[in-house]
DNA sequence: CGTATATGTGGTACCGGTTACACATTCAAT
DNA sequence: ATTGAATGTGTAACCGGTACCACATATACG
């Protein structure tokens, strides 16, 4: 690999010019400008990231820290970040962190040494704490769904409260008259404002009854078991709000076991719109988040930052789309 | 960030002495040893990365290149690439080609910029120029299905053939007596491979029709185009095996649309063995690829290679297991 | 014409590590 | 006593860029 002095020797000119042509930086003359392209051309010359990131200050390098890339719905949101970053020149590590607190703490420092441009957070479990670390550093994150805290960082989320009651309003027009919450891990902003979206459209319902509400854990095994203590619980349930698509799909599976027809028993609606949802039979009615579109937005937000033409946190929400499939259908008026 | 020249002043040594500490490579007194220790314990000193990287070789980061990571294979294997990248210290960065060659090429010119310690290919466009070319530069890689060319790169790959042939005489098992076939991009070497293992299983049955192999994309839409040319030309057919899962859920959706019953009409087997495939309505048969290892293998065997401890290049051939379900039960035995 | 400003270029000290080499000292073996 | 290996440490060149500063020349303005 040639360096910038073989360059600069070969172009007759300092290694200082080259820099100055490279980074356009400073002045350099049209000729010297020619004689340096050539250079570089017939040494087949590429600059080194590496040496640029020691001397200077970026390395062009974001990292994605999210729980788990093989649960469904970080690879769209991957995929979205990669696409930009890419398009900007940028590189993207990715970290899983399984939501661990330590396996975060970890992945942080091993960036921190790697001189990181930014990161980007789809973790739930970085706090104040970790945040304000990384803030001394300096090095600029931006969060998914959770705020560590306010204005330490823009975040980037979707509108849970709505999208819950969005679909459990969904529900009672399909016809539901006794519409249970499966909801996810307490520890999550996301689920706690998906409950809370449920309580607001039920809560004045006459046959509502905290018992509706049981835990699951996100994950479709969580979502069939939810589902057995709920059947046995209220027998008489027609309507099934699960806090993620993942858990309604086993809710789904859930119910074919019991022999339970979807949608004419028990109708079912799920949350987020993860490509699954589609390929299901019947095919689930999902509160879709704008996925590619939020990792898109969370990149561009931290490539600003970074770059420096943004310095104020803000608070993206986006909107959810209610989706409307088989698993809510109404019966055929026939 | 305090550097290595705060801790040598501080520990009263040379930073020559530091860095024979922090590599263990020379001999440094066990008194300096401990001072050493707590001046890096008081400074908080963490070594650079990127200044070693430039001083030194390594980077300890790899990349991973895959066709596009929201293809439900591909998280498995990046989460089972970044599990052992990680536990061996080394970072990952992803990089979605869509398998065009021109983008694997601007990929390739960044990472070698970037110094990166190994590459690791499950895209499938390498070609055994472009595989020179990074060899040139001396950068190991390490191939996932496809070998560019013989020994030119370890390859780890399953076994295509026998599994496609398993799929069939599982099906054939299970009563099918007219099996058709959807096969992946020609381009491919998984595709041609599960197209021969198909041949070789149905070639010498009288029934056998090349017209019974149609081409699908791999994709979800193509299983679903494929099966409904597939009952217009031979609505007799009864067995489908699929190149891939993707496919097989096509076809049991275009199946479910066209009313066709499955499997008491149709009997359908994908192949890969993706987490989709177990929640489907019938749950599909399929032969399962071992994903996660298939992940781990191919990034130890990177990691020995960078580390020198590795300089053969081998194929590895990893056993398919057919996962028999729903999708191919025989009628019950009354 | 003097002076300010724009244009153009080179020297070189960094960035934060690694490592070859020189130089001591200790200790066992001859 | 001599020698050679093992132990221990420091100096400084290097990895491949960036950028500050000095310095020249050309052009414009009052």
Redesign the interface.
Known sequence: ?ATIRDVAKLAGVSVATISRYLNKTGYVNIDTELKIKKAIETLNY??????R??AGKQ?K?IALILP?????F???L??AV??VA?TYGY??????SDDQGAKERTYI???????IDGIIFASNTLNKHDAEQINV?GIPIVCLDRAPDNHICSVVRSKNREGARLAVEHLLESGCRKIAHIYGPRDLITAQERMKGYEDAVKSLPWYSPSLMVPGNFR?DGGMQATETLLHGHPDIDGIFAGNDLMA?GT??AL?RMQIRVPDQVKVCGFDGI??AE???PELTTVAQPIYEMGAIVSRLLIKKIEGSLDTNEIYELDVTLVPRKSTQKEAQL
Chains 1, 2 share one sequence.
């Open positions: 690999m590429e600059p080194s990231s590496v040496a990131g020691l390395t390098t788990d890339i093989s649960n469904p970080f690879p769209e991957a995929r990669e696409d890419s590189t993207v590590i990715f970290c899983n420092e091993l960036l921190k040494k790697k001189y550093n479709i799909i789904l599976k074919h490509q699954m390929i299901m039979e």
